[in-house]
């Protein structure tokens, strides 16, 4: 082979890998955002006053989001005071913007009339939100939320397995980070000043 036959191969394989590299990153963050998009989706439930609540009516302002029920004897109420004094440590206009959504797990005990009672133990802006079972599995698979009525001989007093996450969604129901169950409200707080009063 001459050099010069060697140099265009070279040049050639070089052009291939970083074409391949180039691909492979553009497949990668594709994927990144795809998973993001994949989180919320379109649902339909009642909040604690009756009033029906779907995808659209959280649109038009941020949305803090919580899955659980108000059966939980420590993870959720924890969950939804952090986002409450999260909520209460911002300046007012800037709270103003986002809006608080606890989502049951449990339909079958939190009823309109239970969701209006634990409402009173939170942020006033707080949604509540219950429907029919079929209805509370829907949205929980919009937002990749998993839970299980735990092993229990009670048809009455259970536990509820579910995930203790904390999404933070744009005006426009668009995913954009998440709290997990170690969250501060500081923590919560400061981004929320960062990314909503930005
Ligand atoms: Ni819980």
Same mark, same amino acid.
């Given at each position: 082979?001459?050099? %010069?036959?060697?140099?265009?191969? @070279?040049? #050639?394989?070089?052009?291939?890998?970083?074409?391949?590299?180039?691909?492979?990153?553009?497949?990668?963050? %594709?994927?990144?955002? !795809?998973?993001?998009?994949?989180?919320?989706?379109?649902?339909?439930? @009642?909040? $604690?006053? *009756?009033? /029906?609540?779907? $995808?659209?009516?959280? +649109?038009? +302002?941020?949305?803090?989001?919580?899955?659980?029920?108000?059966?939980?004897?420590? @993870?959720? /109420?924890?969950?939804?005071?952090?986002?409450?004094?999260?909520?209460?440590?911002?300046? /007012?206009?800037?709270?103003? +913007?986002?809006?608080?959504?606890?989502?049951?797990?449990?339909?079958? %005990?939190?009823?309109?009339? $239970?969701?209006? #009672?634990?409402? $009173?133990?939170?942020?006033?802006?707080? #949604?509540?939100?219950?429907?029919?079972?079929?209805? @509370?599995?829907?949205?929980? &698979?919009?937002?990749?939320?998993?839970?299980? &009525?735990?092993?229990?001989?009670?048809?009455?007093?259970?536990?509820?397995?579910?995930?203790?996450?904390?999404?933070?969604?744009?005006?426009?129901? !668009?995913?954009?980070?998440?709290? *997990?169950?170690?969250?501060?409200?500081? *923590?919560?707080?400061?981004?929320?000043? +960062?990314?909503? *009063?930005?």
């Amino acid at each position: 082979m001459s050099t %010069r036959a060697f140099v265009v191969v @070279v040049a #050639l394989l070089s052009a291939v890998l970083a074409g391949t590299v180039v691909a492979g990153y553009l497949v990668w963050s %594709r994927d990144d955002q !795809g998973a993001a998009v994949m989180i919320g989706g379109p649902f339909e439930l @009642v909040d $604690q006053t *009756g009033r /029906p609540v779907t $995808q659209d009516s959280l +649109k038009g +302002k941020w949305s803090l989001i919580y899955f659980g029920y108000t059966y939980c004897p420590d @993870v959720c /109420p924890t969950s939804l005071s952090v986002m409450s004094q999260a909520l209460d440590a911002l300046d /007012p206009a800037l709270a103003a +913007k986002v809006t608080p959504v606890f989502f049951t797990v449990d339909p079958e %005990r939190d009823t309109v009339e $239970q969701l209006a #009672l634990y409402h $009173q133990s939170f942020h006033p802006s707080f #949604l509540m939100l219950t429907g029919t079972p079929e209805q @509370v599995r829907a949205a929980a &698979k919009a937002y990749r939320v998993y839970y299980r &009525k735990a092993e229990n001989d009670s048809a009455t007093e259970y536990l509820m397995d579910h995930s203790s996450i904390t999404y933070l969604m744009n005006p426009d129901g !668009g995913y954009v980070t998440h709290f *997990g169950h170690d969250a501060t409200p500081e *923590g919560i707080a400061e981004t929320l000043r +960062k990314l909503v *009063g930005g």
